[in-house]
């Protein structure tokens, strides 16, 4: 895939009866006829479109509005143009490909971090446990440990443990209920032709990029 390096490009190309697009990024898809000039305008077209789904991710709404405007613009300019349309199809899957294994990476990462994360927790509750132990082994009546550098305090607590929940009376037991929708149900008696209110049968098309 073309890498996506942050050079002022423009995502359209303009011919001289195409009217003027929204300002943006700018790169030329004017054809000089050769494969190296042609691997390199492809891949500035990618890097313009990459540097417009980074502003997907701004705060401002208008700022991702812009951004959307600007790659829808680019794209219906070439409507008369099937190989430019292609083109720039083509270099937003492209963007959409990239940026969706950098979150398959980045999810893994995040997990691995988080198991990270809780293996060093473990450890450390286990070596303060295995410190306090000693400690009030050596003085049973400490509620408070002084070191050069640090310091280890207790605070008296009460907790309820339960050693056999069933065998509890009804009136220790708090009930809880939840309810959610039954969507498949749903589903089926409105394909039926049943009208239930406060729910639809929406018909969708789902996408995806091969």
Known sequence: MPVLAPVPLDLSSRSEAAPPEPTGPVCSLQRSGSLWQLGIEAQELTTAIGQLAEQLEADDEDSRAQALAVLEAALLA???????????????????????????????????????????????DALEDSLVLVLTRLQPSATRFSFPNHELTSRKSQAVEIDEEESLAPEWLAITTTSKPDKAAIKEALKAGQLIHGAQLISRRSWRIL
């Open 78 to 124: 070439e409507e008369g143009n099937k190989k430019a349309l292609a083109a720039k199809a083509d270099a937003t899957c492209w963007v959409i490909e990239h940026l969706r294994g950098q979150a398959a990476y980045r999810q893994q990462q995040a997990k691995r971090l988080t198991e990270l994360s809780r293996s060093d927790a473990g450890r450390a």
